[in-house]
Every structure is written in C-alpha cells, then in structure tokens.
C-alpha cells in the first residue's frame, strides 16, 4: 500500500477558503467512504476533524468540510483563521483492515 | 475524560526491540466501543499507521511491517502495548497510541502526547 497523495503546501488570507486534496487509488479512497482529516499543530498530537469523507466531531467548527469524488478527497477550510495555520493529514482505509495516511499538507495562513 | 500516555525508553539500540506502552485512564480498554492503535511520525515526516488492537486481542498490523510488529493488551491493568523487533535508524519516530471507535469509519478520534523514540548506538 502507498502513501496517499497531498500537496506539500496550502495557503490563504485570513477569512478566505482553502482546499486540500488527497489522491489515493480505488483500493483506498475511491473504494470506501472512510476517509479522514487530521489537523496537526507543531509539537502536537494529531487532531481527528473530519471522518467518514464528511462528518464532523462534537467541537469541530463548521468551518471544516470534507468531501470526495472518485479517488480524490478534499477537505475545506473556509473563513480562514490564524489558528487553522497547522499541517493537515488525511487517511484512508485501504481494505484488509489496512489503514494509510497522506504525506501532509502545510497550511499557511497568510 | 479519556487520556492515553505512552511510556518506554526513548533511546533503542539498533537490532534490538522497541517496546512501548499506552496506558488508558478516564475509560476501559475492555470496551467494546473501540479499538485501539499506534501511529507513528519521523522527525519532519508523515503519519504512518503501524497497527490496532480490539480488547479481546485481534490485531491488525500495516503488511510493511507486519513480520516486526507485536501489540498486546492488557485489560487488568488498562494498557496495551506495542513490540517492535529488529530496529533501524529508519525506525527513530514520535510514537502515538490512540484510540478508534467500533464505528467511526476508521478514524482515531482520541491520541496520546506521543514519544520519541531514538534508534542509536
């Protein structure tokens, strides 16, 4: 199983949205609706905001979406703040009880 | 509220094994609600799922390391634990254990601080 496919960086001013994208194969992402988005501050433990493609957990703000067509998800942050400025991962279940992340995106808020 | 603290030697010789421990508190790993995995980081590098674990002992392991790789639990004492034979410098990472609900589409919704693990002679 590879890695999953993200672009290195992101970015975007204050109060505008950015989308992350995440390319992974039919095995992975197209196959299944169990993709994940992860938000990971310098320093930190990772942070589950998006799971199964599009839903939020309890304290998420709505301001994180997720979506996914074929074997690309993307996740989007709109109304930007300087706080979403982190690295964001995503993952996918990759069948045979396997799981596979993407290599992590940089997002800078401007 | 759940917390999950992982413990070992944050310095391993190469070819030896890497052993950690998660202990669960503010919940019971015996739970079965959840299931219960390592992740792991190199410095400056992604996330790589290393395996999971149900409470009842059925493992899971990711195939690229699934011939170095043992996790074991330990419902008396609210841990499980991870083994990780024959270590190279490729293996030096941030360590995570973290928790997976039963039905949450695979994602890992709770994680520990994580700890760094150096393979060195």
């Known amino acids: 199983q590879s890695a999953l496919t993200q672009p290195p960086s992101a970015s975007g001013s204050p109060g505008q949205s950015v989308t992350i994208s995440c390319t992974g194969t039919?095995?992975?992402?197209?196959?299944?609706?169990?993709v994940s988005w992860y938000q990971q501050h310098p320093g930190k433990a990772p942070k589950l905001m998006i799971s199964e493609v599009s839903e939020r957990p309890s304290g998420v703000p709505d301001r994180f979406s997720g979506s996914k067509s074929g074997n690309t998800a993307s996740l989007t942050v709109s109304g930007l703040q300087a706080e979403d400025e982190a690295d964001y991962y995503c993952s996918s279940y990759a069948g045979s009880y396997n799981l596979v992340f993407g290599g992590g995106t940089k997002l800078t808020v401007l | 509220q759940l917390q999950l603290q992982e413990s070992g030697p944050g310095l391993v010789k190469p070819s030896e094994t890497l052993s950690l421990t998660c202990t669960v508190s503010?919940?019971?790993?015996?739970?079965?609600?959840?299931?219960w995995g390592w992740i792991r980081q190199p410095p400056g590098k992604g996330l790589e799922w290393i395996g999971t674990?149900?409470?009842?002992?059925?493992?899971y392991y990711n195939p690229s390391l699934k011939s170095r790789v043992t996790i074991s639990v330990d419902t008396s004492k609210n841990q499980f634990s991870l083994k990780l034979s024959s270590v190279a410098a490729a293996d030096s990472a941030v360590y995570y254990c973290?928790?997976?609900?039963?039905?949450?589409?695979?994602?890992?919704?709770?994680w520990g601080q994580g700890t760094l693990v150096t393979v060195s002679s």
């Open positions: 503010g919940g019971s790993i015996s739970s079965s609600s959840y299931y």
């Open positions: 973290a928790r997976r609900p039963y039905y949450g589409g695979y994602s890992f919704d709770s």
């Open positions: 674990i149900y409470y009842s002992g059925s493992t």
């Open positions: 039919s095995s992975d992402v197209g196959g299944y609706n169990y």
